[in-house]
């Protein structure tokens, strides 16, 4: 490795403000930003400017934190919100024409479901669902044992509608650490 490769290694990352981020356990982060939906982290690993306080993640946390978003929306025991239908098609990275070809569907219907036009039904909840677990297990980003407690709530189709109004989504430490990326 170049002396000036291992300087950059060793460096202290900056914030915009020029002072130092330095590691700590952030503790009710708002990630809402991040998601477009209302989301409070507890107890997550983060960086903290020494200078202006303020806080933010690595790239590694925030991916962990979307993994473990989708897969509490798949444990989800209501049909999916507009805002959570929309979040997992994002994830999938695909666009809502892409989703409704791999539903048989029109793309104007996902449309109204991410608009809270139209409530998804429940055998489209479940094809969304099933879609996004069968890219996380063959993505295999996450834990088997996590995969396997997600895709037992895929057993049935969710006949309870979803809750009015945004909730707020909450990831605790414990669920941040099960689901942390394999190295």
């Not at 879609?131 to 709530?153: C, G, H, N």
Request: with cysteine; hydrophobic share 40%; aromatic share 4%.
């Amino acid at each position: 490795m170049k002396a000036s490769e291992a300087t950059k290694r060793n460096q202290v990352p900056r914030c915009e403000c020029g002072g130092a981020l330095r590691a700590t356990v952030l503790q009710n982060f708002d990630f809402s930003n991040f998601v477009g939906m209302p989301v409070q982290l507890e107890a997550v690993p983060g960086l903290r400017c020494s200078k202006c306080g303020g806080e933010t993640l690595t790239g590694k946390v925030i991916n962990t934190i979307l993994i473990v978003i989708a897969l509490a929306a798949i444990r989800s025991p209501q049909r999916l919100s507009a805002t959570l239908a929309k979040y997992l098609r994002r994830v999938l990275q695909i666009t809502q024409q892409e989703l409704a070809d791999r539903m048989g569907i029109a793309r104007e219907t996902v449309a109204q479901w991410e608009r809270g036009e139209r409530e998804i039904s429940p055998q489209h909840d479940l094809i969304l669902r099933t879609i996004l677990m069968q890219r996380q297990v063959s993505d295999a980003q996450i834990p088997q044992a996590v995969l396997l407690e997600a895709f037992s709530t895929l057993g049935s189709v969710k006949s309870d509608p979803p809750p009015r109004g945004q909730r707020k989504v909450q990831v605790s430490a414990s669920e941040y650490e099960r689901a942390k990326l394999t190295a």
